[in-house]
């Protein structure tokens, strides 16, 4: 059961007692009680935005409101700022001088202010809503408070909800750039700008094998009060040594679509199956060669073999078969292919009451045709030509995967 206390004020001065800004390492307010930005969260995005930062401070010292700040109360007593991280940073590098804004046509620091101007700063009051309660309440909560420009991602509302010693070492593991740790994240996930948050999420599903919320919410409310996140290091490094052993260390050839592969499901699903190491690295090579060459030496059609890479990986771990051709070829036919087909069947069904495929009366105009795998895509079936037919859409329902 959630519970709120509405319509708090809290002083600017009071919310700026101990301000500290160690930007990776968090930032802290309101008599070192408040955690503005837990370490490796989010970080501040207006660093280059002089507008935001002019219009916010604009607004205070006008007396006008800047919005609802969202804390969460935590069992010790302390609070984690659950929404107005972007505002209250801001805020706070503005009293400790660490940028200047235009005031009445004059740019001026809040040390530089007049006496006056700044107690009136700093009584401004930040309107503030208290949360405490259950984590699964707390996070349907928040999802309904984050709809600003500013929203929080799901695992950003997970850390806040599940913050403590076990969420701050998972973020220095996986979120974190300014350690090794970060070098050895970008063989496997994404790490890039405000996206890294999401690397967190991305590694629990893989250990979990499971991308649902309520399981990432259960796996980390399990391991909440755990002093540190190892076993998920552990985890991620013994991923990385598996996927290395048989596919060699990234290379300018797969450093795009390594880090796009759900890694947690292929481990989960092929880590006891037995592989020669010496073939999968060098046909992961080739295969992309085929890839970038357009070439098919196989079948020789004028499509090439290897018609997109996503699923690559799999396709060779599943020991490429026919049926797992359908992870390397292409799933939609051409809109040309399409209405070239078109045109052939309904000359070859012009004299007969087929009309346009081989079902008798059976008819559909080109904008509603269906490009059809004559040999089902689930299968293996190429999406080339020679393997394309065009149907009705209740034709094409009824024929499944035939």
């Known amino acids: ?27 802290i307010g309101y008599k070192g009680r408040l955690n503005i930005r837990p370490e490796y969260q989010r970080n501040y995005i207006h660093e280059n935005n002089p507008e935001f930062k002019e219009k916010l401070i604009q607004s205070i010292s006008k007396q006008l409101p800047i919005g609802l700040f969202y804390w969460a109360e935590k069992d010790d007593g302390s609070f984690e700022l659950l929404d107005g991280q972007q505002r209250g940073i801001t805020i706070g590098d503005f009293f400790e001088g660490r940028f200047s804004v235009k005031l009445n046509d004059v740019d001026t620091y809040f040390h530089r202010l007049d006496k006056t101007k700044q107690k009136n700063f700093l009584a401004y009051s930040l309107k503030t809503c208290i949360v405490k309660g259950d984590h699964n309440d707390k996070m349907e909560y928040f999802k309904t408070i984050n709809t600003g420009s500013e929203k929080l991602s799901d695992q950003e509302l997970r850390n806040a909800i599940y913050s403590g010693p076990w969420v701050n070492s998972a973020k220095l593991f996986f979120v974190a750039t300014s350690n090794n740790y970060h070098d050895h994240c970008k063989k496997l996930i994404p790490t890039k700008g405000r996206n890294r948050q999401k690397n967190l999420e991305i590694i629990i599903s893989w250990i979990i094998n499971n991308k649902q919320n309520e399981a990432i919410c259960d796996y980390m409310g ?28 990234t290379t300018t050839f797969d450093n795009t679509i390594r880090v796009n592969q759900n890694w947690g499901k292929l481990y989960h699903q092929y880590k006891d199956k ?4 010496d073939y999968t690295k060098k046909r992961l090579i ?26 690559l990986y799999e396709y060779i771990l599943s020991g490429e078969t026919e049926e797992s051709r359908k992870f390397i070829n292409k799933r939609k036919f051409s809109n040309d292919d399409i209405k070239k087909k078109y045109e052939e069947q309904r000359l070859l069904y012009a004299n007969t009451k087929n009309k346009i495929c081989d079902v008798p009366n059976c008819s559909v105009k080109l904008k509603d045709a269906q490009g059809d795998h004559i040999h089902a895509y689930a299968k293996g079936g190429r999406t080339i030509y020679s393997n394309l037919q065009i149907l009705c859409g209740q034709c094409n329902r009824e024929k499944a995967n035939r």
Do not use: C
């Open 274 to 277: 037995n592989f020669d190491f």
């Open 1 to 27: 059961m959630i519970e709120t206390k509405d319509d708090i004020k809290i002083s600017i001065e009071d919310f700026v007692q101990g301000y500290k800004n160690n930007k990776e390492k968090g930032v």
């Open 222 to 249: 399990i391991h909440m009060k755990d002093s540190n996140a190892n076993e998920l290091w552990g985890f991620y490094e013994d991923l990385v040594d598996w996927v290395e052993d048989r596919f060699g260390e």
């Open 286 to 311: 080739e295969l992309i060669k085929i890839y970038q060459n357009e070439s098919d030496p196989i079948e020789g059609t004028e499509y090439p073999f290897v018609q997109r890479i996503n699923d």
